[in-house]
Nanobody, 127 residues
Framework: QVQLVESGGGLVQAGGSLRLSCAAS????????MGWFRQTPDKEREFVAV????????YYADSVKGRFTISRDNAKNTVYLQMNSLKPEDTAVYYC????????????????????WGQGTQVTVSS
């Protein structure tokens, strides 16, 4: 079992930056591909970014490409989402998730491919 706890959300002005963290606990916590998703009250949860378990492969949604960077520190069992040039449309609750299969080198992008979810952290970007 993997437990995930997000932190780092908050209120920021448009053009600003935030760094989200996702701390994972569990025996094989660092062995999973990790993704970030986000959700607003009027939309379904959407994919933002993913990093393979080794950290060698990443993939981003077109809406955040060039502005967001996902990274991981497996020694600390932590995944990060650096968000720069934030826009009001980035306002959402951000969730991190661990993929279904450990030690598999892939970058899943759909919710059913993830087995473990954090509780979410609110990001609000003011205009």
């Amino acid at each position: 079992q993997v437990q995930l706890v997000e932190s780092g959300g908050g209120l920021v002005q448009a053009g600003g930056s935030l760094r989200l963290s996702c701390a994972a606990s569990g025996r094989t916590a660092s062995s999973y591909a990790m993704g970030w998703f986000r959700q607003t009250p009027d939309k379904e949860r959407e994919f933002v970014a993913v990093i393979s378990w080794s950290g060698s492969t990443t993939y981003y949604a077109d809406s955040v490409k060039g502005r967001f960077t996902i990274s991981r520190d497996n020694a600390k069992n932590t995944v990060y989402l650096q968000m720069n040039s934030l826009k009001p449309e980035d306002t959402a609750v951000y969730y991190c998730a661990a993929a279904q299969t450990p030690y598999r080198e892939y970058t899943p992008r759909t919710q059913p491919e993830y087995a473990h979810w954090g509780q979410g952290t609110q990001v609000t970007v003011s205009s």
